[in-house]
């Protein structure tokens, strides 16, 4: 099994539906991440969560919320969906020690979303 | 101006061939540099990091100059699975260590035969 699982893969959507995106891990890490990725535009952050009762906005947080359900799940939601969310999630984990030495985050594969 | 930016390429070499990638970041205070390989549609993987004195992994050799906020990837005899887009990534500085990483939007690679 994968440490970072997300689901579901590929998800096609249309626009104004509530959609939630979920991530689970088994590295035991504290910290997680939601990243959105667009061609030309790379990865950017969109919620992270360095434990269970912490939550905070990356660079890109409207039109998406989050909860961090326990230390190894943290899902995304899109409360009413837009085609300019049509992009690919990723997931990632890190402990203190791997993201400020090793660059170590482990990614999930990723979510396709299409939101027509 | 972005946090960390790069060529976005593409680079289309020959096997064999040596290439070079460059990457600026704005943070002076940043401490933690690395790349990171993505594959197509797949998620990104850490290459390497980058430290002070240079690196070399291989094929692969990375080098940081701080003065000039400004780092390099230099792959020698390319293969084709060296194919790929290859991500900037520097720690974002700032109080405390916050651990978060901030990606470059990638340069793409295209070793061909």
């Known amino acids: 099994d994968a440490d970072v699982t997300q689901t579901p893969r590929n998800r096609i959507t249309k626009t104004g539906k509530r959609i939630m995106l979920e991530c689970s891990q088994t590295?035991?890490?504290?910290?997680m991440y939601w990243y959105r990725q667009d061609p030309g535009l790379g990865l950017r952050l969109i919620y992270y969560?360095?434990?269970?009762?912490?939550?905070n906005k990356g660079e890109i947080s409207d039109g998406y919320s989050v909860s961090r359900q326990a230390q190894a799940k943290f899902s995304l939601s899109l409360e009413s969906a837009i085609p300019n969310q049509t992009a690919l999630y990723f997931c990632?984990?890190?402990?203190?020690?791997?993201?400020?030495?090793?660059?170590?985050?482990?990614f999930g594969s990723g979510t396709r979303l299409t939101v027509v | 101006r972005k946090e960390v930016e790069q060529d976005p390429g593409p680079f289309n070499v020959p096997e064999g061939a040596t290439v070079a990638f460059n990457c600026t970041y704005s943070?002076?205070?940043?401490?933690?540099f690395f790349w990171y390989r993505q594959d197509c549609r797949k998620e990104p993987k850490l290459l390497m990091s980058?430290?002070?004195s240079g690196n070399e992994d291989g094929r692969f050799t990375a080098q940081l100059n701080r003065a000039s906020q400004y780092i390099s990837l230099l792959i020698r005899d390319s293969k084709l699975s060296d194919s790929a887009t290859y991500l900037c990534?520097?720690?974002?500085?700032?109080?405390?260590?916050?651990?978060?990483?901030?990606f470059g939007q990638g340069t793409t690679l295209q070793v061909k035969p």
């Open positions: 990534v520097v720690n974002k500085a700032g109080s405390g260590n916050t651990g978060k990483l901030i």
């Open positions: 969560s360095f434990d269970v009762k912490d939550i």
């Open positions: 590295k035991g890490h504290d910290r």
């Open positions: 980058v430290y002070s």
């Open positions: 943070n002076s205070a940043s401490q933690s």
């Open positions: 990632a984990t890190s402990d203190w020690e791997s993201a400020s030495g090793t660059g170590g985050y482990t």
